[in-house]
């Protein structure tokens, strides 16, 4: 058996400051923050690992992508929150890709008019943030309009946000993620090209 990756050093402290950050995130989307993030087990990115730390526990079910699923991710997060691993999209409170083609974005809950809490959250991970493709975003928490550079986005994903963005209140919010950098985009924000 190797070795797990430690989680973090302080966790009260450290779980606070990430819900800090995420929270500040998704209240300003596409305004791309750092995460202090502990060591996490390849391919699960840093900032990706602070937030399965932050946000799940043991009532948690957690759905990973293909190139997720590998037995030192899988023992890391069961070992440092608890959470159920679930075999479903369906079945997930939070879905981690790092693959972006094969997140099934079609499949993850998007809760009900009467329980829009009973959603997913995608945790995505891309090449970068700050550069690439431009996006367009608008909605709460923007004056106008924005713009985020995201470089490693499936090319359905503008299709899909739009989708998304109709069925609100219900929806996904995604988190995108690089290395430490996050990037919030909440249900409620519109997501076009450009």
Do not use: K
């Not at 087990?41 to 293909?66: R, S």
């Not at 739009?162 to 993620?177: I, K, M, Q, S």
Request: glycine residues 8%.
């Amino acid at each position: 058996m190797t070795a797990l990756a430690p989680g973090f050093v302080d966790p009260p402290l450290a779980a606070q400051a990430v819900f800090r950050r995420l929270l500040d995130a998704m209240a300003r989307p596409g305004m791309v923050v750092s995460l202090e993030a502990p060591p996490a087990p390849p391919p699960l990115a840093l900032a990706a690992g602070a937030i399965a730390l932050t946000l799940c526990d043991a009532d948690t079910a957690v759905w990973l992508d293909p190139a997720l699923r590998t037995a030192e991710v899988v023992a890391w997060l069961r070992f440092h929150t608890g959470c159920r691993i679930v075999g479903a999209a369906e079945d997930a409170a939070f879905a981690f890709a790092a693959d972006t083609v094969a997140l099934p974005f079609d499949r993850l809950p998007i809760g009900s008019d009467e329980f829009p809490d009973r959603s997913a959250t995608a945790v995505v991970q891309v090449a970068r943030l700050g550069a690439g493709a431009p996006l367009c975003l608008a909605g709460p928490g923007i004056e106008t309009t924005t713009r985020l550079h995201v470089q490693g986005l499936p090319a359905g994903f503008v299709a899909w946000r739009a989708r998304n963005h109709v069925a609100y209140p219900r929806g996904v919010d995604v988190v995108l993620v690089a290395g430490t950098q996050i990037a919030g985009l909440p249900r409620s924000t519109a997501v076009t090209e450009g």
